[in-house]
C-alpha cells in the first residue's frame, strides 16, 4: 500500500488522484463488496480535500479550473468508477454550496472533515412555516449518503397559492441539512 502523509503537498487534485489511484484498485473489491467506498480510500480523498474540490480556496476548496477538475475524475474513474461518482457529488453539492450567505457558507464547510452527498432530484417537499421551512420527503438516490455528513437535497416548496406539483411554475430549492 502507498503511505500518504497530509504534510504532502499536492499542487493539484489530479496529482492528489494519481497518489489515491493505487489504493482506489487495492480496495476496489472491499468497496465493491460493501458497496460503498473503503474506508481507506475515503480517508484518502478527505486528506488531499477532493471531497471539496468545488469550493473556493478560502473555505479548503481547489478553485481549479474544469480541465483540472475533468483530468482529476478521469483518473478516479479509471481505478474505481464509484469513487469518481462520488467525488463528482461532493462537487456538486460543494458547487451549490457557493450559492449560500456567507454565515451559511462558513457553517456547512467549516469542517475540512467533512463529507457530502446531494440529490438534484426534487423529492421531498418543503412547506412553507413561521421563520423556515418543514422539509419531508424520500429520495431514492443519494450517492455517498453512508458516508455524509451533509445532505444537499432539492424539495418543491409548497406555500399558500403556489404550486403542489412539479411543473411550470413550480418552485425549487435545495435544502442543507447535518
Same mark, same amino acid.
Request: glycine residues 6%.
Given at each position: ?21 493505487? $489504493?482506489?484498485?487495492? +480496495? ?19 486528506? +488531499?480535500?477532493? +471531497? ?50 456567507? $454565515? $451559511? ?74
Amino acid at each position: 500500500m502507498d503511505d500518504i502523509s497530509s504534510a504532502e503537498i499536492t499542487t493539484l487534485p489530479s496529482d492528489a488522484a494519481n497518489k489515491i489511484y493505487a $489504493s482506489a484498485i487495492m +480496495f476496489r473489491d472491499e468497496t465493491e463488496s460493501a458497496r460503498k467506498i473503503a474506508p481507506v480510500v475515503v480517508n484518502k480523498l478527505s486528506e +488531499f480535500a477532493l +471531497f471539496r474540490m468545488g469550493l473556493p480556496k478560502s473555505l479548503g476548496g481547489w478553485a481549479g479550473n474544469p480541465i483540472e477538475t475533468l483530468k482529476t475524475y478521469e483518473t478516479l474513474a479509471s481505478a474505481e468508477a464509484s469513487v469518481a461518482w462520488i467525488v463528482w457529488n461532493n462537487h456538486l453539492a460543494c458547487t451549490f454550496g457557493r450559492f449560500l450567505d456567507e $454565515s $451559511s457558507m462558513k457553517e456547512v464547510y467549516s469542517d475540512p472533515s467533512h463529507i457530502y452527498a446531494n440529490s438534484a432530484r426534487p423529492e421531498g417537499v418543503a412547506q412553507t412555516v413561521d421563520n423556515g421551512y418543514m422539509v419531508s420527503g424520500q429520495w431514492t438516490l443519494v450517492s455517498g449518503c453512508q458516508l455524509a455528513d451533509w445532505f444537499v437535497l432539492r424539495c418543491l416548496v409548497i406555500s399558500e397559492g403556489s404550486p403542489t406539483t412539479l411543473g411550470p411554475g413550480a418552485n425549487l430549492k435545495l435544502f442543507f441539512y447535518s
